[in-house]
């Protein structure tokens, strides 16, 4: 019975009521519309198969292909440019150590400059402070021979007025010089 | 019977779950021929329409860094190449074309069929069959092209002994012959199956007292549906895969 | 009368036939269980057996689905 309700309403739907009697009530099985489906499927299939085959699977395969030639590329570069970084590092350490060499023989060459000019200097100051030194003896030899020179002359000149003060007229001028320089020298 | 008292008694409860597989006319309400325009015809071009819109539109950029829609037809690209070269082997990338044809075919019919009011081409044996046959036929053609006769190696089996032998042939024969018929069968029936059985609880839906246990169980086996929509077609492709390797690779090994 | 005999057989016929399917759920779930413990004893091995696992599901599953088949035939086409 239900089977029948079934297949009169599949009958009124698909339009076939001289078939609704016998329709079987699973529309898969409604052997009428076999061909249809079947032709519109090979239609579909047909264009499916020439789209995909002639447009969008090359289109694909291009673009993963081209995509995977990308990424090679790329790590070749970067390949290349960590080889560029690894050298420029070794340069860069290079010319560090030459700066340090070259700093360091300035350093020495100014060190040495400097000791020469130092020791010119030190020279120069040391034969400057001899003259000095030597004119500063000559000048005191001086005023020491005229310092004892005037005190001979003083001590000549008390002398006389001692004596002359002793005893006035009694020893004359001359011995008593002498005898002061005696005196003096002794 | 037991329907119209059902219906009288709960006052709607009718069961057709059959009926969002009829054939119709798209125009007219004629008889159905082969050259009819119906709403298998639409659906089909449905298919193909957004097979073309993935395939094409999608990746009209070729740019290297892809849009969305170009990584979902990458994606699709590498899932059946990778799937033909494993499991076909390697000899068999001339016929990767036919089988993403199929698996697009087939993914498409079967989400779309997934749409509310929409029509599942695949859940037709008359379609399902065409593809099974077309594939045996296919197979069947190339091994002997390839092999010649030595293509009937492949049900007999040298490994084997040899008093088993020829019963492992008739063994192999008979299921090599059964192919098409479980390969269009287990599509057809796992998408019939799923659509009738979300259709029966839609109308248990009608009923208020279990209504929202039918919604839920509606939701819960519209999301295996899903799931079963695409496990079928990759298992589709992935016997087309199968069946090919028995083609193109050497049968006696 | 006679009608609704004939009818009766056919739906229980019907749903013995859908006993098939839990054949076919055991197989399923028999296929998947053991290739889980398999891939948690190598998960190395197991993202190339994936495809394998999936062809053995459709040939258990496809086992349930004639009997499937058989009781749709026997509800609507008998």
């Not at chain 2, 059959?18 to 309400?29: A, C, T």
């Not at chain 2, 492949?154 to 090599?176: D, G, H, N, Q």
């Not at chain 2, 929509?229 to 087309?240: C, D, E, K």
């Amino acid at each position: 019975m239900a089977t029948e309700t079934t297949t009169a309403e599949l009958g009124h739907g698909s339009g076939l009521p001289e078939t609704a009697a016998e329709a079987p009530g699973m529309p898969q099985l409604d052997f009428s519309t076999f061909s249809n489906q079947i032709f519109w499927l090979v239609i579909t299939m047909i264009v499916i198969y020439f789209v995909l085959s002639r447009i969008a699977l090359p289109r694909i395969g291009s673009v993963l292909a081209d995509r995977q030639g990308a990424i090679t590329n790329d790590i070749a570069a970067a390949e290349d440019l960590k080889q560029k970084a690894v050298e420029a590092e070794a340069a860069y350490n290079q010319a560090l150590i030459d700066a340090r060499a070259e700093a360091s023989r300035i350093v020495e060459d100014a060190k040495a400059g400097i000791k020469a000019d130092l020791d010119k200097a030190i020279a120069v100051a040391d034969a400057e402070i001899a003259a000095k030194s030597a004119e500063a003896e000559k000048a005191i030899g001086a005023i020491r021979a005229s310092a004892s020179e005037s005190a001979a002359e003083v001590a000549k000149d008390i002398a006389k007025d001692i004596v002359a003060a002793v005893a006035p007229g009694k020893i004359d001028a001359k011995s008593i010089t002498a005898a002061v320089t005696a005196k003096i020298k002794g | 019977m037991a329907e119209e008292a059902h219906g009288a008694e709960e006052g709607g409860l009718v069961f057709h779950p059959m009926d969002q597989f009829i054939v119709k006319p798209l125009f007219g309400d004629g008889a159905v021929g082969m050259f009819t325009v119906t709403n298998v015809t639409l659906w089909m071009a449905i298919t193909v329409l957004c097979i073309v819109a993935l395939l094409v539109l999608g990746t009209s950029r070729r740019a290297t860094i892809p849009s969305r829609t170009q990584s979902v037809a990458e994606l699709a690209y590498g899932f059946i190449y990778k799937m033909v070269e494993d499991v076909a082997g390697k000899d068999a990338i001339p016929y990767f074309p036919a089988v993403m044809t199929l698996f697009m075919f087939i993914v498409f019919s079967n989400f779309l069929g997934l749409l509310p009011m929409s029509f599942t081409t695949t859940s037709h044996i008359a379609v399902t069959a065409v593809l099974a046959m077309a594939v045996f036929l296919f197979v069947t053609l190339l091994g002997f092209w390839k092999h010649g006769l030595s293509f009937l190696g492949i049900f007999w089996i040298t490994s084997a002994p040899l008093v088993l032998r020829p019963i492992l042939a008739l063994i192999e024969i008979i299921s090599y012959f059964v192919r098409p018929l479980s390969h269009s069968i287990r599509l057809a029936g796992n998408m019939m199956a799923g659509h009738a059985v979300i259709k029966v609880f839609a109308a248990f839906a009608a009923v208020l007292a279990i209504s929202p246990f039918a919604i839920v169980a509606i939701t819960a086996i519209y999301a295996l549906e899903v799931l079963v929509s695409f496990i079928q077609a990759y298992v589709f492709a992935i016997l087309t895969c199968v069946y090919l390797k028995d083609a193109v690779s050497d049968p006696h090994h | 009368m006679e009608g609704d005999i004939v009818q009766m057989g056919a739906y229980i016929g019907a749903g013995l036939a859908c006993t098939g399917m839990g054949g076919a759920a055991v197989g399923v779930g028999h296929v998947v269980g053991n290739f889980l413990s398999g891939a948690l004893r190598n998960p190395s091995a197991a993202a190339g057996q994936t495809a394998t696992m999936f062809i053995g599901i459709a040939f258990a599953e496809a086992l349930g689905i004639f009997s499937f088949l058989v009781a749709l035939l026997l509800m609507f086409a008998v």
